[in-house]
């Protein structure tokens, strides 16, 4: 049996096209276009990709934005101070500090330096504590997008078994937290979380009806590590050398896909799978923000 493959760029474009029409309606309706600033400190090249993928993705929707780009001398005094600036400035909606950050700077102090009303990344400790607890909040994009993912393809994880390896703050636990506490059936799977020190994490992956994995570690995940039939969501961006490509590398996943994708009845290609969910999902925040419907005023 070979995989259904779940196309993240087919369901983020529909995502997107959806939040197209929700910012014309609302500017219809006299408002101005939501406005997303984004913070972008030093030359990280990675980040530069991701930045521009979201400013794209911005302008197709309607959302203005702009990059403020900061250098990787920054302190974490003045990096603070400007946040503290567009949390006061009424024509900002929603405030993205590209991530990773230089060394010297605590990327927690400056998350909980963000006003959590304007956290359109869903990582303010305000906004993760009451997904936690079921409140309404801006949800992380990528875990988000990972549940849009199942909504669109009906893939049921209620009363399942759902494994994700990985327990980072951004994507690991609060997908296990979404896919234990969501209700309906993208939600209330039976979660364990697997991590760098899980002993034999084959013997958690083999049972797993639904595999989430987002290890940072190029195709971790083999054939004989799952089951026939498994759901695989492979968040994994991995770059990796490869001669025959004019940059030098190519992107994996955390997951051999070729051989993975004979057992799994449903698996996420990378790239196009997971990363096009979270760019649109950042767009679907960045309008609830303006709209503020999460916390409304
Ligand atoms: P982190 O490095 O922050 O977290 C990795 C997690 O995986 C940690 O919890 C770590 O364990 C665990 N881990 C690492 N190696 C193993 C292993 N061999 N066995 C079990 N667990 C392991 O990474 P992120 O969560 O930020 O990202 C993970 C991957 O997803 C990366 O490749 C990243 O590029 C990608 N990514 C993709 C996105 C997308 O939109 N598609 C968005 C965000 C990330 P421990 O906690 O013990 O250290």
């Known amino acids: 049996m070979s995989a259904n493959i779940i196309d993240g760029k087919k369901v983020a474009q529909l995502t997107r096209d959806e939040v197209r029409k929700d910012v014309d309606d609302w500017m219809d309706a006299g408002n101005r276009p939501p406005f997303l600033q984004v913070v972008l400190v030093g030359n990280n090249p990675a980040s530069d990709v991701y930045v521009g993928a979201k400013t794209r993705a911005c302008k197709e929707v309607g959302i203005e934005t702009d990059t403020m780009r900061l250098p990787d001398t920054v302190s974490a005094k003045e990096l603070k101070a400007t946040i503290h600036k567009l949390n006061k400035d009424d024509s900002v909606d929603g405030i993205l500090v590209q991530l990773p950050l230089p060394n010297h700077l605590s990327a927690h102090d400056v998350i909980e330096s963000i006003d959590y009303r304007k956290d359109v990344d869903g990582f303010h400790p305000m906004n993760v504590g009451r997904l936690t607890v079921g409140q309404p909040s801006f949800r992380s994009c990528t875990p988000a997008g990972i549940i849009e993912l199942f909504k669109h393809y009906s893939i049921p994880t209620k009363g399942k078994h759902a494994v994700v390896v990985g327990a980072s703050n951004i994507v690991g636990r609060p997908i ?20 760098k020190f899980t002993k034999d994490l084959t013997q958690h992956t083999i049972g797993a009806d639904i595999l989430v994995v987002a290890a940072g570690q190029p195709e971790l995940i083999k054939a004989e590590m799952v089951k026939e039939g498994v759901v695989v969501i492979d968040v994994g961006i991995n770059r990796v050398a490869d001669e025959t490509k004019e940059k030098g590398y190519s992107l994996v996943g955390d997951c051999d896909f070729e051989s993975v994708k004979e057992k799994a009845s449903w698996i996420t290609p990378v790239p196009g799978g ?14 609830l923000a303006a709209k503020k419907s999460i916390y409304p005023e």
């Open 176 to 195: 296990s937290i979404l896919l234990n506490k969501e209700s309906g059936e993208q939600g209330k799977a039976t979660t364990t979380v697997c991590h």
């Open 274 to 287: 997971v990363g096009p969910m979270t760019v649109a999902m950042l767009m679907k925040n960045t309008l």
